[in-house]
């Protein structure tokens, strides 16, 4: 007996699983993004068949993306850019970034 898949907002089938994964290499890619963070709980993530994208949440009503972020930037511009860089995917959902941690380069 196999165990079922994890279903409801936190799950994704391989359409929305495909959404997830382009969302988080766009914000991968933004300038001051270090990595994508799962929260202090781990609870921004998307369950896919055999495994778990840490770092966005996405379902009917938003896009959540977390970070951890550089400080050779602004904040508010990173946040900025991470949600230009994914708003064609979101489409009428709003894009919460979230800034998990910083990380200060050279120290």
């Keep these: 007996m196999t165990a079922a898949a994890p279903t409801g907002p936190a799950s994704a089938d391989s359409?929305?699983?495909t959404e997830t994964r382009l969302i988080a290499d766009r914000?991968?890619?933004?300038?001051?993004?270090v990595r994508l963070s799962g929260?202090?709980?781990g609870t921004v993530a998307t369950y896919l068949p055999g495994e778990r994208l840490t770092g966005v949440h996405a379902d009917d009503r938003a896009v959540e993306i977390a970070i951890?972020?550089?400080l050779h930037r602004p904040l508010p511009q990173?946040?900025?850019e991470v949600r230009g860089?994914?708003?064609d995917l979101a489409g009428d959902?709003?894009?919460?970034?979230r800034i998990d941690d910083i990380i200060v380069e050279g120290s």
């Design 15 to 17: 359409g929305a699983g």
């Design 68 to 70: 951890v972020a550089t």
């Design 27 to 33: 914000a991968l890619a933004c300038d001051g993004v």
């Design 93 to 97: 959902r709003p894009v919460h970034v």
């Design 85 to 87: 860089a994914v708003a």
């Design 39 to 41: 929260g202090p709980f």
């Design 78 to 80: 990173t946040a900025d």
